[in-house]
C-alpha cells in the first residue's frame, strides 16, 4: 500500500507485539508537503511534545525527525511538490501488559502519501456536511493530542461513507460542537470568529493553530469557547480547517444553507499569503 | 516476544497500513486457557459481537474463531493445562483516512502466553490497591467493549509501575468508581453485593459478568449502578474480578485496610464451585 521507514529504515511491518498496535499506544501526525518541505512543522512538533508529555513519552530529537522526515520525502516516488506525509510515534515492544516505563522511548514510522485532490469549486462555493450521530467523550485524558486511540472518528467518518457529504461534525455527548472528523470548525457569528474549546475532548488541529495565529497578526481575536449545536445552525458563516487543505468554506450542513462566506473569504486570503496558497480563489 | 498467527497462519508481524495500528480500530479478549480449552468461551464470544455490533465488524463464525483458538493452544509451547490466549479482531487494511465500510470483515490474530502466577496468599490475605490519578472519559461510544483504544487504561497502569499495588482503581471524570486496570470491581456494603455501571466507561469483563450469574444462581443480587469514591472507602469488604484470576479479595487501598472478607470468602467459594478453582482457598 505504502512506503514506510521505521526508525529512518524502510520497513512495511510492524511487530504484532508493537504496543500501538495491541493497545493504540502512541502519536501520529499528518503533514502537508509542499514545495518538498513540510508545513508548519513547528507547529507539528509542538503537538507531538505535548503528546508525548501528556502520554509519557520521550520526543524524539526534532532534528532527527526532521531528517528522517526529508529522508522519506526524498526517497518518495510521489508529487514531493504538494504531498502528504504521516509520522507515527509508538511507544514500541515492551513486556505484555498495559503497563510500561514512563517516560517510554518511541518508535518513529514515516511514510508519504499523494495528496488528496481538492477541486477549486470546494474552495470557491463550499463544501457539504452532516452532523454525525456518534458523539465524542467528555474529559478524555487525551483531549487535544492526536493520538492512535481514533475509534471516535473512524465510527463518525464511516457514518457518511457512501453519501456525498464532504465532512461531518463531531459533537461531545453535550452537544456540543467540537471538530469535524479530520478537520477543525470555526463559526463567524455577528462578526466574531470562534472555535470550539478542546478542553474535554476533540483534536487541535496545526491548521487551526495557524489560522488563530494568522488572524491574531492581523488584529482579529479568534474566541476559543464552547459553542452549542443550536450556535452552528444560527451562525452567519462556518469554515473548516485542515493541515492538508487549509481552509475551506462550508456551504451546507444537512438543511441548512450559508450563501456567503465575506469573512471566510477575508480568512483564505490572509492564509493564502501566509504559506497556504491553496486558499487563494 | 510470542508466536501470532494471523487468520491461522504463523506471523509475527503485521501491516503498518493495518488500521489497529494506524486508528486502534479493532477489539481483543484476554481468555484463560484451563486443561487445554478457553474458559467463560461463550461469554468471550458474546462480548466479541456486542463490541462488532459497536463497532460495525463482522464477526467471525465463532466455530471458526474456536478452531483457530485451539490451533493456537496446540501449537503452543505453554502449559496449556493454565496459559492465556490473547485473541485481537482488527478491522484490518484499507484505503487511508478513517473511513471504511460497515460492517467491515476483521482479521484475526491469536497468541498464547505463559499464564501470570498469583500467590496463594494473594487469594487468602487480599491484595493491595490505590486510586489512579487518570480519569476515564465519561460517555464512551465504545462503553463496556474491549476496544484497541486502550490509552487509559496504559496511563493509569503505568502509575503504579514501580509501585507494589496489584491493581489500580481508575474513577471516571465524575469521581465515580468504575473498574480497575485489568479487572473490575465488586463492592459488600451492608450485605449487598455491588458493581459499577458501565453505562458511561469502562470494559464489561467475562469474569464480573460470570460473577453476577453465579450469585444470581445462588439467589444473590448483584446491583449494578453508580458507586462513587466515598462508597469505597467505606465499604465493608471489596474484590476483584478478572478472566485470569478469577476472584481476589481486596486488603488495602492507599490508607484504607479491609480485614475482613467473609462476603468475598463465600463468593470465591461458589466460584470456584464454577469453573474457577483458582479461587478455592
Redesign the interface.
Known amino acids: 500500500?505504502?512506503d514506510?521507514f521505521?526508525n529512518g529504515v524502510a520497513?512495511?511491518?510492524?511487530?504484532?507485539?508493537?504496543?500501538?498496535?495491541?493497545?493504540?499506544?502512541g502519536l501520529?501526525e499528518t503533514i502537508a508537503i509542499r514545495g518538498g518541505q513540510p508545513r508548519l512543522w513547528r507547529y507539528h512538533v509542538d503537538r507531538l511534545a505535548r503528546g508525548c508529555e501528556r502520554?509519557?513519552l520521550v520526543l524524539p530529537d526534532s532534528e532527527v525527525l526532521r531528517d528522517q522526515l526529508d529522508a522519506a520525502v526524498q526517497h518518495s516516488s510521489e508529487n514531493t511538490a504538494h504531498c502528504t506525509a504521516?509520522l507515527?510515534l509508538s511507544?514500541g515492544?515492551s513486556e505484555?501488559?498495559?503497563?510500561?516505563?514512563?517516560p517510554s522511548d518511541v518508535v518513529t514510522?514515516i511514510?508519504v502519501?499523494g495528496a488528496k485532490t481538492i477541486a477549486p469549486a470546494r474552495y470557491r462555493d463550499g463544501v457539504d456536511t452532516i452532523v454525525c450521530d456518534?458523539?465524542l467523550?467528555?474529559?478524555?485524558?487525551?483531549a487535544g493530542c492526536k493520538?492512535?486511540?481514533?475509534?471516535?472518528?473512524?465510527?463518525?467518518?464511516?457514518?457518511f461513507?457512501s453519501k456525498t457529504a464532504f465532512e461531518g461534525f463531531t459533537l461531545d455527548?453535550d452537544d456540543r460542537l467540537i471538530c469535524g472528523?479530520?478537520s477543525n470548525v470555526f463559526i463567524v457569528a455577528n462578526g466574531f470568529v470562534i472555535t470550539p474549546s478542546l478542553e474535554r475532548?476533540g483534536v487541535e488541529g496545526v491548521m487551526r493553530r495557524h489560522v488563530i495565529d494568522v488572524l491574531s497578526r492581523n488584529g482579529i481575536d479568534v474566541e476559543v469557547r464552547d459553542v452549542g449545536e443550536a450556535e452552528l445552525f444560527g451562525c452567519d458563516e462556518v469554515f473548516l480547517t485542515n493541515s492538508q487543505f487549509g481552509v475551506l468554506p462550508v456551504r451546507r450542513c444537512g438543511e441548512k444553507i450559508w450563501r456567503r462566506h465575506a469573512v471566510t473569504r477575508d480568512v483564505m486570503e490572509k492564509l493564502a499569503a501566509n504559506n497556504v496558497p491553496e486558499c487563494a480563489t
Chains 1, 2 share one sequence.
Do not use: H, P
Request: glycine share 4%; hydrophobic share 45%.
Open positions: 500500500m505504502s514506510w521505521r520497513a512495511n511491518t510492524v511487530s504484532i507485539d508493537d504496543r500501538a498496535f495491541q493497545y493504540g499506544d501520529f502520554l509519557g504521516k507515527i511507544s515492544v505484555r501488559g498495559y503497563s510500561r516505563k514512563i514510522f511514510a502519501f456518534t458523539r467523550a467528555l474529559f478524555s485524558v487525551t493520538t492512535l486511540d481514533r475509534l471516535e472518528q473512524v465510527l463518525a467518518r464511516s457514518e461513507a455527548a472528523t479530520m475532548c
